[in-house]
């Protein structure tokens, strides 16, 4: 399967644990997004990535959160000290950018999520 | 910046019914959208997209939708509902300058009446 693939599924912890979720990118995809949905809520944009290159945070990736690309290739989202706050759902997505191209393609392709449960 | 509402959290219709889901955009600029839809503990699949070109929309499962821009709308609509069709669906926006990044409604919860 050549998707958006993300580990672990579920995660649950315990307050002030630190977590750590992966996600792997569809192979030729040199953008990656991260974003994280509340119980009854759309997703919510975190943070993107251009390579390995972190060229946008939302205001909701407060310090403890940290993300990263090193190889431009797959991503780590951490949640240090974790709250009961934070349990939520974290959805990765990928996309492709073309060279020399003006206006995107407008579509991401997302992985299956991640769930945390913050005891 | 972008914003999208989707009028109605739940939703239900028999099955056999016309489904029709609401979405209301605002953008600065001319809009990306999209329809998905979630399954329970699952990721999110795309339905549907409008980029530039016909304003009516297929997609996927039998769905289609069509951009108004004069009502800032893109609802989203199904002939016949099916039981299968009983999940989350979120309409988004982006732009097409720069990254992909989605803005989301809140979502609307479709459930079906057998």
């Known amino acids: 399967d050549t998707g958006v693939s993300q580990d672990p599924r579920h995660k649950i912890t315990k307050r002030g644990q630190n977590v750590t979720f992966r996600c792997d990118p569809i192979?030729?995809?040199?953008?990656l997004y991260w974003y994280r949905q509340t119980l009854g809520q759309g997703p919510e944009f975190l943070t993107y990535?251009?390579?390995?290159?972190?060229?946008?945070k939302s205001r909701l990736l407060s310090d403890r959160f940290s993300a990263e690309r090193p190889k431009g290739s797959f991503s780590t989202l951490e949640i240090q000290r974790t709250e009961q706050g934070d349990s939520a759902m974290y959805l990765c997505?990928?996309?492709?950018?073309?060279?020399?191209?003006?206006?995107?393609?407008?579509?991401?392709?997302f992985g299956e999520g991640s769930r945390l449960t913050v005891l | 910046a972008q914003s999208v509402t989707q009028l109605g959290s739940h939703v239900s219709v028999s099955e056999g019914a016309l489904v029709l889901l609401r979405c209301n955009y605002s953008?600065?600029?001319?809009?990306?959208l999209f329809w998905y839809v979630q399954y329970p503990n699952q990721g999110l699949q795309l339905l549907l997209k409008?980029?530039?070109?016909?304003?009516l929309v297929k997609g996927i499962n039998g769905f289609e939708a069509e951009f108004k821009k004069s009502e800032t709308s893109f609802h989203l609509t199904k002939p016949s509902a099916h039981m299968s069709d009983a999940a989350e669906y979120f309409c988004?926006?982006?732009?097409?300058?720069?990254?992909?990044?989605?803005?989301f409604g809140t979502g609307t919860r479709l459930t079906i009446i057998p």
């Open positions: 988004a926006v982006s732009v097409p300058f720069g990254n992909e990044k989605l803005t």
């Open positions: 409008y980029t530039t070109g016909a304003t």
């Open positions: 997505a990928s996309s492709l950018r073309s060279a020399g191209k003006t206006l995107n393609t407008g579509e991401l392709f």
């Open positions: 192979s030729e995809h040199n953008r």
């Open positions: 953008s600065s600029v001319p809009p990306y």
């Open positions: 990535f251009q390579n390995e290159a972190q060229l946008e």
